[in-house]
């Protein structure tokens, strides 16, 4: 099967930059479209920012110009690189991919187990 796994996660001042990565493997023949969510404390889960395998990429309005989702086909890679974070970034931050294993037919998708984003001063 499939796993996603977060990294790089952390506290940091305002203004500050963090670079979050997450990995896949498993029994994987192809990745579609790779995306970060985020869930602050207390509201709902929503979409930062999506790739697909064609390089399109989508970003909410709040992270426009500050955030920079990339991926690394060859190691099965996205990450999301976070400049000029403010308060209001702060939440748990999730992987998820569009997958299609060698194991069972049709795309799928799975979700990392988040990592932590605290912005303070």
């Known amino acids: 099967q499939v796993q996603l796994v977060e990294s790089g996660g952390g506290l940091v001042q305002p203004g500050g930059s963090l670079r979050l990565s997450c990995a896949a493997s498993?029994?994987?023949?192809?990745?579609?479209?790779m995306r970060w969510y985020r869930q602050a404390a207390g509201k709902q889960r929503v979409l930062v920012a999506s790739?697909?395998?064609?390089?399109?990429?989508y970003y909410v309005d709040s992270v426009k110009g500050r955030f920079t989702i990339s991926r690394d086909n060859a190691k099965n890679t996205v990450y999301l690189q976070m400049n000029n974070l403010k308060p209001e970034d702060t939440a748990v931050y999730y992987c998820?991919?569009?997958?299609?294993?060698?194991?069972?037919?049709?795309?799928?998708?799975?979700w990392g187990q988040g990592t932590q984003v605290t912005v303070s001063s």
């Open positions: 998820n991919a569009d997958v299609q294993t060698s194991a069972t037919p049709g795309m799928r998708g799975y």
């Open positions: 498993g029994s994987i023949f192809s990745i579609y479209a």
């Open positions: 790739m697909t395998s064609g390089v399109r990429t």
